[in-house]
């Protein structure tokens, strides 16, 4: 895999755990049928926001370590 190939497919990871991170967020706030699910509600808008979390936060960090050796090997 080409390292613009893996930096699309990282991008697309944060992409998608950031907007599963704005879903539970909503279902958690704004949403009366997850509120009138009771404890159910809470555990499907808590594993979207954990879900989002685990895609987005080691991908950005994996990223930074990708973005900071390209940059380290181009000053060279």
Known sequence: ???QKLILL???CITIGICLIVTGIYLHN???TVEAM???G???SAMCVAFGMV???PTKMYLTFI???HEANNNQ
Request: overall charge neutral; glycine content about 4%.
């Open 10 to 12: 990282l991008k697309t």
């Open 38 to 40: 009771g404890v159910t």
């Open 30 to 32: 704004f949403n009366e």
């Open 55 to 57: 895609l987005s936060l």
């Open 67 to 69: 973005l900071v050796k």
């Open 1 to 3: 895999m080409t390292d």
């Open 42 to 44: 809470i555990v499907i």
